[in-house]
């Protein structure tokens, strides 16, 4: 069996060097148009489908230092717990690049996103976190294996290490090693992110736990990978010809297609509150009232509206609590 230290090991044990006085990453959030969900394999988090995604503005900036006698993590000022689990996976992800059981390190990391936005901080939060530990150790490695590497500690984070639309490839090979995410070479600067906060409590199931339980419960689940094949053809081709109608449809169909595989899971798994529905009528009433608005959704309850620039003004008129996003490219 390949484990994470096995992977990690090889990647790097050429190409690290001693640790320079502080490593420093930062990384941006992603969220997918079309979606990851479902692993082929838990510890490496090699996916059963490819994904797409765009990058956001909103990111997380690590520095790490050596610490003398313990591991200490800092939150955006805060010092965290050994017992809570933010600790405890950061803490799992850095014994895979620790160079013995006595060195230690200082983790300090700053997230923009604001835990109140309702976006996952794990993707670019994994991200942020090789990119500082590449530089501590001066291992100049390339986006491919950095993508490997944040891949391995939450899959979305190895899209977060490009800006832009990103694809991130499923691969076939049981090491990992050709499942890594790469930058779509074109642009929609025109594209516009909403954010709809309808809740931004701790989420009932994480999300690792319900892609487990879809995959090996849920009847619906059998027809995800082909429809996700289908989607990210269809999403590609909306970009290239800036066909945002296609654009939209693709990304809402993907989103509710992946909650409808975990509504037939056993347990149902259900993310969505009433706002949420409220939110999906508004947007589907906008639309018929010629406004060209749609959404997506990730393992939560928040919405996540996609429109162009032109139509700004209209959406925040309707939807006035939306903070907007400008995508970088
Ligand atoms: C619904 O990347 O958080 O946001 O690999 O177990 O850490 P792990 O899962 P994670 O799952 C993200 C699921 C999603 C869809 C997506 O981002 O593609």
Do not use: C
């Not at 620790?98 to 309702?118: C, M, Q, Y």
């Not at 530990?133 to 590497?149: E, G, R, V």
């Not at 642009?187 to 199931?205: D, H, V, Y």
């Amino acid at each position: 069996m390949n484990t994470k230290k096995d992977i990690v090991q090889k990647i790097i044990s050429d190409r690290v060097h001693a640790p320079k006085p502080f490593g420093l990453g930062h990384a941006k959030a992603n969220i997918a148009l079309v979606k990851y969900w479902g692993k082929r394999d838990n510890e490496l988090n090699l996916p059963e489908t490819n994904s797409f995604s765009i990058t956001l503005p909103l990111g997380t900036t690590t520095n790490i230092t050596l610490a003398n006698n313990e591991d200490i993590v800092v939150l955006n000022g805060t010092k965290i717990e050994n017992q809570d689990q933010f600790y405890t996976r950061l803490v799992l992800f850095l014994n895979y690049f620790r160079p013995d059981a006595s060195t230690h390190f200082k983790v300090e990391t700053t997230n923009e996103i604001p835990t109140s936005a309702g976006l996952a901080s794990s993707a670019s939060g994994f991200a942020a976190l090789t990119l500082a530990l590449d530089s501590f150790f001066s291992m100049n490695l390339d986006q491919k294996m950095l993508s490997i590497l944040s891949r391995l500690g939450s899959g979305s984070a190895s899209r977060s290490i490009f800006t832009g639309f990103v694809e991130w490839q499923k691969g076939s090979n049981k090491d990992g090693s050709d499942s890594f995410a790469e930058k779509f070479s074109h642009f929609w600067p025109e594209l516009r992110i909403g954010l709809s906060i309808i809740s931004s409590a701790k989420k009932s199931i994480d999300s690792r736990k319900a892609m487990d339980i879809t995959r090996k419960t849920s009847s619906l689940w059998k027809s995800w990978p082909d429809q996700v094949t289908h989607d990210i053809t269809q999403i590609k081709k909306a970009i290239i010809e800036k066909d945002f109608e296609l654009f939209g449809s693709t990304a809402e169909h993907n989103a509710l297609a992946m909650h409808a595989t975990m509504i037939a899971a056993s347990p149902t798994i259900l993310y969505w509150l009433p706002e949420s529905i409220q939110m999906m009528h508004r947007i589907w009433d906008a639309r018929k009232k010629g406004i060209p608005v749609y959404f997506t959704m990730d393992a939560g309850p928040n919405l996540k509206l996609l429109f162009l620039e032109k139509d700004k003004s209209i959406i925040e008129q309707e939807f006035p609590t939306i903070q907007t996003l400008v995508p970088p490219q």
